[in-house]
Each structure stands twice: as structure tokens, then as C-alpha cells.
């Protein structure tokens, strides 16, 4: 096989991505400020170089074959890591540190994250961190075209990815929550009935935290919650709770960051069910230094929660 890889320039994975995503010989021509049959010739030679179609010709334009799509997956991840290294030069020359990109799912959000990002930055005090959060599947998208250094959230129902590392932090327990003052907080031993009686918030289907609830309720034999709304926004299920008697379910670390500010309550049934905090990165022989450090801090925090006053001067 032609060693084409040593012909590629950053152009030519621009035009890749962009006749991904525009599907269109023309357009990508246009964005690129170049000629159509210039572009349908450098792809044509491109192709013949790999042995293999990288799109499939269609009424409606091209779309990526299973070496297109893998070529493409390459060729993301590349331009992010060049965006993200101008971006670390850059700060380094404004006189910062490393940055790091993390993505959390709203499970991890309230205190395991917070925790692993001050010990970092005790660690890098000039170091920048950038946080995102959002429901795993999106965030694992992410990380896997090199957008994260690391994701952390529930891994239930994980499936594992090639060319992702994962590991399991800790296991919490889920928890039925309700505004504080609720009618059904001061009451022991809650049943089905009592439950299947109220209003509910609940995850979308295909989160960790949702299936892990239709599993529960599949093997007692019941039909799906009498739902309101289905939200994956943390803060916004957080609201309704609080101006309303609907439940929700939550990870045992949410519910206790939220107890212990006196915003919701658990109420006293057992749920019978446990979820996994974990965290998975990118499985790569030359790992960056940075991206080691911030997984150490995420055990570190997951043994040890964060207290200022405690680490101040260590």
C-alpha cells in the first residue's frame, strides 16, 4: 500500500471533515476556496492511495464508507489536538499553565468534580480548567474525537469503546428525593402505591441513571413512573422538586450534596439499586502529563472530599 499518510496535510483533514459534514463536493469546494474538479480529483487519487472508497456516491451526495469513517474519526481528533495545542501555547505565552477538558454527567457534577478540580489547581495554580456537563453518551462522543482529556459520570450501563480507558471510582446508591417538607417525608416504610401516587421528574431514556430505574422497576414487576417531565438538567429537576411534590430519583452523592444544603429530602424507600462514578479517557501509548495528573486527582477526590482549610499551604 502507497504510504499515502505522509502526503497529508492539515488541509486535506479539513476537507475530509468538511465533505463529512457537508456531504458535497460543490460546497466543500466553496468553503475551501478551491475548484470542484481540483477537490474531486484529490480525492479521487486520495482513495486509490488507501485501497478503498472513503465515500459513497448517492442522489443526495456522499456519505463516509466504513474506511471513510475511519479515516474521518482520525482526522477529528488530530485537528482538535492541534486546536488544543495553539490553545495551550498560547495561554503558556500569556504566562498561564496546561489546560485540561473535562466532561461530567450532572451524577458527578455536585461534589466529586468540583473536588478533583481544586486539588488539580492546588496542584497547577496557574493551570486552566475547562467543564463541560451533559448526559455520558454526548460527552463520550467528545472525548473520543479529542474535544475531553477525561469524562467522569455514571457507568451502569457503560458500553465499552475502543480506544477508551475506563474505571469505576465508587458505587453510590440511588435515592427517591422530594422537596423539603414534602407530604410523604415524614411518613416510614413507603410502598409502590404511595410512590406510583405522585408526579415525577425523570431522566431521559438511554442515561445511566434512567435505565438503571427501569431495571428496578422490570424486575418488581411495575409499569414506567407516572411522569411530568423529563429533563437530564440537573439544576432544572432541582427547581421543580423544590416548587412541587413531584419526585425524582438521584445518585447518592447528589442527594447528599443537596441534603446537607437543606434543598431536598430521601424519602424512606429502598430502591434496591446502586450506580457506578467512574471516569474513562482516551487509550494512548504517549499519554499527556496533565491528563494523568487530573485522573489522580479524580481518586484522590473520590477517597477524599476537598476541604480548603484542610489542603491550604500543603
Not at 475531553?148 to 440511588?174: I, K, T
Not at 404511595?194 to 431514556?205: C, G, K, N, R, T
Not at 421543580?240 to 429530602?265: K, W
Amino acid at each position: 500500500m502507497t504510504d499515502w499518510s505522509r502526503r497529508l496535510r492539515l488541509r486535506h483533514l479539513n476537507l475530509l471533515v468538511s465533505l463529512a459534514d457537508t456531504g458535497s463536493l460543490s460546497d466543500t469546494a466553496r468553503l475551501a476556496h478551491t475548484t470542484q474538479p481540483g477537490l474531486s480529483k484529490w480525492l479521487k487519487e486520495l482513495e486509490e492511495d488507501v485501497g478503498d472508497p472513503l465515500f459513497e456516491r448517492h442522489a443526495r451526495g456522499l456519505r463516509p464508507t466504513a474506511h471513510g469513517q475511519l479515516l474521518l474519526d482520525h482526522a477529528r481528533r488530530i485537528l482538535s489536538e492541534i486546536s488544543r495545542a495553539q490553545h495551550n501555547l498560547e495561554v503558556l505565552q500569556e504566562g498561564g499553565s496546561r489546560s485540561v477538558a473535562l466532561g461530567t454527567s450532572p451524577a458527578a457534577a455536585p461534589r466529586l468534580v468540583p473536588d478533583a478540580i481544586s486539588y488539580f489547581l492546588q496542584q497547577h495554580p496557574r493551570a486552566q480548567v475547562q467543564l463541560q456537563e451533559n448526559t455520558m453518551n454526548p460527552l463520550l462522543d467528545k472525548l473520543e474525537r479529542g474535544q475531553l482529556d477525561v469524562v467522569v459520570g455514571r457507568l451502569d450501563s457503560y458500553q465499552p469503546r475502543q480506544g477508551l480507558c475506563s474505571e469505576m471510582l465508587h458505587s453510590e446508591p440511588m435515592r427517591v428525593v422530594a422537596r423539603v417538607g414534602h407530604p410523604l417525608s415524614s411518613s416510614r416504610a413507603l410502598s409502590w402505591e404511595d410512590l406510583y401516587a405522585q408526579s415525577w421528574v425523570i431522566w431521559p431514556e438511554g442515561t445511566p441513571i434512567r435505565s438503571r430505574l427501569d431495571t428496578v422497576l422490570a424486575n418488581a414487576g411495575r409499569k414506567p413512573l407516572p411522569y411530568r417531565v423529563e429533563s437530564s438538567s440537573l439544576m432544572a429537576n432541582l427547581w421543580l422538586l423544590q416548587n412541587s411534590d413531584m419526585l425524582s430519583v438521584a445518585s447518592g452523592g447528589v442527594v447528599s450534596h443537596f441534603i446537607e444544603r437543606q434543598l431536598l429530602t430521601p424519602l424512606d424507600f429502598e430502591l434496591d439499586a446502586e450506580g457506578s462514578i467512574g471516569m474513562c479517557w482516551r487509550d494512548e501509548p504517549l499519554q499527556d502529563s496533565a491528563t494523568q495528573e487530573l485522573l489522580d486527582c479524580l481518586r484522590q477526590a473520590s477517597r477524599t472530599p476537598f476541604r480548603r482549610d484542610q489542603n491550604a499551604g500543603h
